[in-house]
């Protein structure tokens, strides 16, 4: 009995070491490069109001979608680090409203 329960102990382990989850990479950091293309597209479509609010940080914003989409959260479940949650959503599906084109180069 005893070598049969080394045998399932040993298995056990080997399926524990197996399945372990590696943690994501941050992939949803935008580059550099990347993001001095995307900032020309999105003040082409929606120039600064000269009154309000100021705006929030754009690049904040759009690493907040696209950790959104990476992990699929929920909006609300956003970290503070990417801003408010309801803004994210907010900028999030106000493109829907504008033809943005993957034409673009």
């Keep these: 009995m005893g070598d049969k329960k080394k045998v399932q102990e ?4 080997r ?4 399945y372990k989850v ?3 990479e941050i992939i949803w950091e935008i580059p550099d490069a990347l993001w001095e293309r995307v900032d020309q597209i999105i ?3 929606f120039p600064p109001a000269w ?3 100021p705006r929030e940080d754009w690049r904040q914003v759009l690493n907040g979608i696209i950790y ?3 992990t699929g959260c929920q909006w609300n479940h956003l970290p503070e ?4 949650d309801s803004t994210v959503h907010r900028w999030f599906t106000k493109p829907d409203n504008v033809d943005i ?3 673009r180069t």
Excluded at 10 to 13: G, T
Excluded at 15 to 18: D, G, L, N, P, V
Excluded at 81 to 84: K, T
């Design 43 to 45: 003040l082409e479509y």
């Design 68 to 70: 959104q989409f990476r």
């Design 22 to 24: 590696k943690p994501l």
């Design 101 to 103: 084109t993957c034409s």
């Design 51 to 53: 009154t309000g609010r």
């Design 15 to 18: 399926s524990r070491q197996a």
């Design 10 to 13: 040993k298995r056990w382990k």
């Design 81 to 84: 680090e990417f801003g408010d």
